[in-house]
């Protein structure tokens, strides 16, 4: 497994069911910097995959505006999650 580094920025836009949209929500992953950010899409990638929902408090932190979201959700109300993400190289 090779160890990730790099610094990535993310937008999140969480898909409801019924319509509704919530986000884009900004968070940005490092190996210093602790968000939950990837943690969500992989826990909902889980839960589509028939594993069951532990976890329903994600934090999402994005230091360029000073801000942390909170978000409480159930998977099971959520159809889709969309993550984008901006790279930063080291170069």
Known sequence: MVAEKNLTNHEIT????GG???GPFRGTWSTESLSDVRTLTRDYDAYLQGGKQTRFKYHLHDPDTNVSHSLV????H??????????????
């Open 78 to 91: 959520i159809t889709a999650i969309y993550d984008r993400v901006r790279l930063r190289s080291n170069t």
């Open 73 to 76: 959700i159930s998977f099971e």
């Open 14 to 17: 969480i898909a409801l069911q």
């Open 20 to 22: 509704a949209v919530l």
